[in-house]
């Protein structure tokens, strides 16, 4: 075959392969409906807090599961802290195996036992289990874990894709159930007998709860706050991150693959030679929910990532007493890549801030893409 023929045979897969890119570029939505999260009645948020309720403990033990190589940020971080910061049960974070839990797609965090360190402290089992989304579904020590943990009466709690650890350990099966829109499909295979419900952040089914997308884990701990110590309690906590309500109220029909969102995640991968990296410094006392939802946004734009770094290369504990790992030493981080939660702001606002500023940087599309990776109900004219 002369270099012709095979230059030509060569342009001819590539127009074939760019055509049907373009073709499903074109078949996606063009936005997302403009939807309203339809009202929760009284009788069913009553019977979720009623399926939350403590059942082995006055004070419950709560356990935060993670898989040592990859954990997602936000499902890992934010439960402790709020959970912590409410000061209404033990909370402990625990990791597959020795060492410390790599997050994605930001920050290290060094946990407080292993799964088998937790199983020899506490033969009786945790009064709930709280498990993120992880790089892998099927990691056999952390389903063998899961369905033991369930026979010994923890109810189980599946924040964001971390429903789909809980499908492929059984727990799901026959259930209701829902999780963040991009892995329902994914969740479904796992466990076909579930049943998805729509327009819920998070639904119980006896012992097993999951939620939407990351955002979700903030109202989510609320309610489990107020179903361990009632709704006043969850009220001041609610107040000190920034949150007017945290129903089960949820758009569903917000949060899709559309035609935006993809082109701008291809536009934004394409510019390989437009990246940020921004330096997210780590002190003593930082609020680890911010930080979390800081570090996990910027992390999200396709164009730029976080490090994170400190003065010295010790674990700096958060105001919760999580201890974080620093990426790097820097004293001189430039400050125009530096970000840093503010001190005195609240986490939710937080989140919205950073939002802005992605927005103010890279475009409204960019903060769009980022939101929407978040389950995160903002209303923007991208929407």
Same mark, same amino acid.
């Given at each position: 075959?002369?270099?012709?023929?095979?230059?030509? /045979?060569?342009?001819?897969?590539?127009?074939?392969?760019?055509?049907?890119?373009?073709?499903?570029?074109? !078949?996606?939505?063009a936005?997302?409906a403009?939807?309203?999260?339809?009202?929760v009645?009284?009788?069913?948020?009553?019977?979720m807090?009623?399926a939350?309720?403590?059942?082995?403990?006055e004070?419950?033990?709560?356990?935060?599961?993670?898989?040592?190589?990859?954990?997602?940020?936000?499902?890992?971080?934010?439960?402790?802290g709020?959970?912590r910061?409410?000061?209404?049960?033990?909370?402990?974070?625990?990791?597959?195996?020795?060492?410390?839990?790599t997050?994605y797609?930001?920050?290290?965090v060094?946990?407080?036992?292993t799964l088998?360190?937790f199983?020899?402290?506490h033969?009786? /089992?945790?009064? $709930?289990?709280?498990?993120?989304a992880?790089s892998?579904?099927?990691?056999?020590?952390?389903?063998?874990?899961?369905?033991?943990?369930?026979a010994?009466?923890?109810?189980i709690?599946?924040?964001?894709? /971390?429903?789909k650890?809980?499908?492929?350990s059984?727990?799901?099966?026959?259930?209701?159930?829902?999780?963040?829109?991009?892995?329902?499909?994914?969740?479904?295979?796992?466990?076909?007998?579930?049943?998805?419900?729509?327009?819920?952040?998070?639904?119980?089914?006896?012992?097993?709860?999951?939620?939407?997308?990351?955002?979700?884990?903030?109202?989510?701990?609320?309610?489990?706050?107020?179903?361990?110590a009632?709704?006043?309690?969850?009220?001041?906590?609610?107040?000190?991150?920034?949150?007017?309500?945290?129903d089960a109220?949820?758009?569903?029909g917000?949060?899709?693959l559309?035609?935006p969102?993809?082109?701008?995640?291809?536009a934004?991968r394409m510019?390989?030679?437009n990246?940020?990296?921004?330096?997210?410094?780590?002190?003593p /006392?930082?609020?680890e929910?911010s930080l979390?939802?800081?570090?996990?946004?910027?992390?999200?734009? $396709?164009?730029?990532?976080?490090?994170s770094?400190?003065?010295?290369?010790?674990?700096?504990?958060?105001?919760?007493?999580?201890?974080l790992?620093?990426? !790097?030493?820097?004293?001189?981080?430039?400050?125009t890549?530096?970000i840093?939660?503010?001190?005195?702001?609240?986490?939710?606002?937080?989140?919205?801030?950073?939002?802005?500023?992605?927005?103010?940087r $890279?475009?409204?599309?960019?903060?769009?893409?980022?939101?929407?990776?978040?389950?995160?109900p903002?209303?923007t004219?991208?929407?």
């Open positions: 075959m002369s270099k012709v023929h095979l230059l030509s /045979g060569v342009l001819v897969v590539l127009v074939l392969c760019l055509g049907g890119f373009g073709g499903w570029i074109l !078949s996606l939505p936005a997302t403009a939807v309203e999260a339809p009202p009645p009284r009788e069913e948020a009553d019977a807090l009623a939350l309720k403590p059942v082995k403990r004070r419950p033990l709560i356990a935060v599961i993670a898989l040592n190589e990859a954990t997602e940020t936000t499902d890992y971080l934010v439960p402790a709020i959970l910061r409410a000061d209404v049960a033990d909370v402990v974070m625990l990791a597959s195996g020795p060492g410390p839990v997050l797609p930001a920050l290290r060094i946990p407080d036992a088998a360190q199983d020899a402290a033969p009786e /089992g945790a009064d $709930y289990v709280i498990v993120p992880m892998r579904d099927d990691d056999p020590a952390v389903l063998t874990w899961l369905t033991s943990q369930a010994k009466k923890a109810r709690i599946g924040i964001c894709a /971390g429903a650890v809980v499908a492929a059984g727990l799901l099966d026959g259930r209701r159930a829902t999780t963040h829109w991009y892995y329902l499909r994914e969740m479904l295979g796992r466990s076909p007998t579930t049943t998805h419900v729509a327009d819920r952040r998070m639904v119980s089914d006896e012992a097993v709860t999951t939620t939407t997308g990351i955002s979700a884990s903030m109202p989510m701990m609320l309610t489990l706050i107020e179903a361990i009632g709704r006043t309690k969850a009220e001041a906590v609610a107040r000190d991150l920034g949150m007017g309500e945290w109220g949820h758009a569903s917000a949060f899709r559309t035609r969102f993809a082109v701008t995640v291809l934004n510019a390989f030679w990246r940020d990296e921004f330096g997210l410094r780590l002190e /006392g930082v609020d929910v979390a939802l800081v570090a996990d946004a910027w992390s999200r734009t $396709y164009r730029s990532r976080v490090t770094f400190a003065a010295s290369a010790d674990a700096i504990e958060t105001r919760s007493g999580l201890r790992i620093p990426d !790097s030493l820097a004293h001189d981080w430039p400050e890549r530096r840093l939660p503010l001190p005195a702001e609240r986490p939710a606002n937080a989140l919205d801030r950073t939002l802005d500023s992605i927005a103010a $890279y475009g409204g599309a960019t903060a769009d893409v980022v939101a929407m990776q978040l389950e995160y903002r209303v004219a991208g929407r």
